[in-house]
């Protein structure tokens, strides 16, 4: 079964009075936003590691709050800050201290027991809202999988038409040619048309390009059953997929020819768009 994993998820974790909440969404690499209690910022260097260790894309937003008790609330003035913002509110003209005092990041919450917090404790509650995003995120990639491998057999089927109409373009470029022929009431030899529908048949010869479509797409059907993190490889692929229908339009006489291809294109738009929510 597919370990498909996908980067957008929510979890969250108790401890006895605080909680982690761990939000994912999709990003081209893996990006840690952490806001963590004053005087915690210790933490940063292992809670990185922790989320490193699970996860390799998406931007997660990562925060532990606590909840404080009436009466234990205090708070503290950052006074390099206000030090700073009252410099620059001088040279302008607009001294005064009041007003500062009211801008964010001036005065902070602070919790007056948060040196005697049990840092594993902490670690260990963190454990609990990345496994559960973790999961999360595992249980969106099933669903993302389903989706992935209807557009898949989608794409395989309409590659096998394609063949198929393919081998009938020779006869197709010898009719009309005899018809252009025939209309212009010009005298061909047999033998001289052989040779035109032979030039022709060789400029729309497209079975170099479906053998490739048939291995990407093959490749792409592998990526789906494995349990490694596969978007970008997936991202890769749509690509030379894309490339090869292209050809596969360009070199196509044939009206069906050229609508399944259409059809190819128009699946692997859909592919391509939940493959980029994939891990």
């Given at each position: 079964m597919?370990?498909?994993?996908?980067?957008?998820?929510?979890?969250?974790?108790?401890?006895?009075?605080?909680?982690?909440?761990?939000?994912?969404?999709n990003?081209?690499?893996?990006?840690?936003?952490?806001?963590?209690?004053?005087?915690?910022?210790?933490?940063?260097?292992?809670?990185?590691?922790?989320?490193?260790?699970?996860?390799?894309?998406?931007?997660i937003?990562?925060?532990?709050?606590?909840?404080?008790?009436?009466?234990?609330?205090?708070?503290?003035?950052?006074?390099?800050?206000?030090?700073?913002?009252?410099?620059?509110?001088?040279?302008?003209?607009?001294?005064?201290?009041?007003g500062?005092?009211?801008?964010?990041?001036?005065?902070?919450a602070?919790?007056?027991?948060?040196?005697e917090?049990?840092?594993?404790a902490?670690?260990?509650?963190?454990?609990?809202?990345?496994?559960?995003?973790?999961?999360?995120?595992?249980?969106?990639?099933?669903?993302?999988?389903?989706?992935?491998?209807?557009?898949?057999?989608?794409m395989?089927?309409?590659?096998?038409?394609?063949?198929?109409?393919?081998?009938?373009?020779?006869?197709a470029?010898?009719?009309?040619?005899?018809a252009?022929?025939?209309?212009?009431?010009?005298?061909?030899?047999?033998?001289?048309?052989?040779?035109?529908?032979?030039?022709?048949?060789?400029?729309?010869?497209?079975?170099?390009?479906?053998?490739?479509?048939?291995?990407?797409?093959?490749?792409?059907?592998?990526?789906?059953?494995?349990?490694?993190a596969?978007?970008?490889?997936?991202?890769?692929?749509?690509?030379?997929?894309h490339?090869?229908?292209?050809?596969?339009?360009?070199k196509?006489?044939?009206?069906?020819?050229?609508?399944?291809?259409?059809?190819?294109?128009?699946?692997?738009?859909?592919?391509?768009?939940?493959?980029?929510?994939?891990?």
């Open positions: 597919s370990r498909l994993s996908s980067m957008t998820g929510f979890a969250s974790a108790d401890g006895p009075d605080w909680r982690w909440e761990a939000r994912s969404v990003h081209r690499g893996l990006d840690l936003r952490l806001r963590l209690p004053s005087g915690l910022d210790g933490l940063e260097p292992q809670v990185r590691q922790t989320v490193q260790a699970r996860f390799s894309r998406g931007s937003a990562l925060e532990l709050r606590f909840e404080q008790a009436s009466g234990r609330q205090r708070y503290r003035v950052d006074e390099a800050w206000l030090d700073e913002l009252a410099a620059i509110a001088g040279r302008r003209g607009n001294g005064g201290i009041e500062l005092m009211g801008l964010r990041g001036v005065i902070e602070v919790d007056p027991e948060l040196e917090r049990d840092e594993a902490l670690l260990a509650t963190l454990e609990k809202a990345l496994d559960g995003l973790l999961e999360a995120r595992r249980a969106e990639g099933r669903a993302l999988g389903a989706a992935l491998d209807a557009h898949l057999l989608a395989q089927g309409q590659a096998r038409t394609a063949r198929t109409l393919a081998a009938s373009q020779p006869a470029l010898r009719d009309r040619l005899a252009a022929i025939a209309a212009l009431d010009a005298d061909l030899p047999e033998e001289r048309l052989a040779q035109e529908v032979a030039l022709l048949a060789a400029r729309a010869d497209v079975r170099e390009e479906l053998d490739r479509l048939d291995a990407h797409l093959a490749a792409a059907g592998a990526l789906l059953a494995s349990d490694e596969v978007g970008r490889k997936l991202d890769f692929l749509c690509q030379e997929i490339r090869e229908a292209n050809t596969l339009g360009s196509s006489v044939d009206l069906d020819l050229t609508r399944t291809v259409l059809d190819i294109k128009a699946a692997l738009e859909a592919f391509r768009e939940q493959a980029r929510n994939i891990e």
